[in-house]
Nanobody, 122 residues
Framework: QVQLVESGGGLVQPGGSLRLSCAAS????????MGWYRQAPGKQRELVAT???????IYADSVKGRFTISRDNAKNSVFLQMNSLKSEDTAVYYC????????????????WGQGTQVTVSS
């Protein structure tokens, strides 16, 4: 089994910045894509940003120019630098690992972290 552990959430004022981190652990051979999703109260979970092992990125339109996703393949980690935060960015942010190949397993699996709360408020 693979575990994803997020950190870095918290309370920040509008216009402020936060950096989220997520580390995957377990018998990992490779991870195709890692990303961040978020879910605000009463809303569906939505994509924030993803990055492949080759560092190709996709961003939600709502965060383009403000958020930057990066990755450390050697440490199976992904990061989300969030700048110019707005109240509408308030949500639980979830780390995701897609198409994870593990030692001793024949097929890949997807995994989710437990989530970290980001609250943007004055």
């Amino acid at each position: 089994q693979v575990q994803l552990v997020e950190s870095g959430g918290g309370l920040v004022q509008p216009g402020g910045s936060l950096r989220l981190s997520c580390a995957a652990s377990g018998s990992i051979f490779s991870i195709d894509a890692m990303g961040w999703y978020r879910q605000a109260p009463g809303k569906q979970r939505e994509l924030v940003a993803t990055i492949t092992s080759g560092r190709s990125t996709i961003y939600a339109d709502s965060v383009k120019g403000r958020f930057t996703i990066s990755r450390d393949n050697a440490k199976n980690s992904v990061f989300l630098q969030m700048n110019s935060l707005k109240s509408e960015d308030t949500a639980v942010y979830y780390c995701n690992a897609e198409r994870v190949r593990e030692l001793g397993r024949l097929v890949w699996h997807n995994y989710w972290g437990q989530g970290t709360q980001v609250t943007v408020s004055s």
